[in-house]
């Protein structure tokens, strides 16, 4: 659930300073795909060193025994979600901090099925429906951030590409004077 607070808090909390805050807004921030942006990176930065710190052993026991070396795996994701949470901070590398993250929850989900189907007396957080549906936000937050990642780079492929006349070109006229 801390994950889930996490994302929304720093999400709502990133929103509203863009929006009201007209120097954030030069920014960017009052958008939704900024303010998710933001709120993952935070979620993922205190999951990340959960991996490390505090939960580590939870977090090797969630591991399927079918999958060898809990420990280098816990070790793994959690450097792969520390450097997505910075990757999404940085223009060149957000489209690919995105997608690595979607797919390690994709990836990881089995962890979060044993878990929920091995563990005793777990909260109710940590039990199958709310794990999936906690999954769901996230992958749905990733892909919020995803695809407007991927349509700007393609629109400004398309305009270096294309050879697109700018207003100004086109005030002087065909002749170009």
Partial sequence: MAPLLFLLITTLAVYAVGRFNSAAAEHGLGTWPAAIRFGLAVMFIVTGISHFVGMREALIDMVPPWLP??????TV??????????GLLLRPTRPWAAGGL?????????ANVHLALTGENLPWDDQLVPRTVMQ?????AVLAVL???IRAQRGARRQRTSGTVTTSDSAAGPSGR
């Fill in 102 to 110: 979607g797919l390690m929850l994709i990836v990881m989900f089995p």
């Fill in 136 to 140: 769901a936000v996230f992958l749905a």
């Fill in 77 to 86: 994701t959690g450097v792969l979600e520390l450097l997505g949470a910075f």
């Fill in 147 to 149: 695809i407007p990642e």
């Fill in 69 to 74: 070396a809990a420990a280098a795996l816990v």
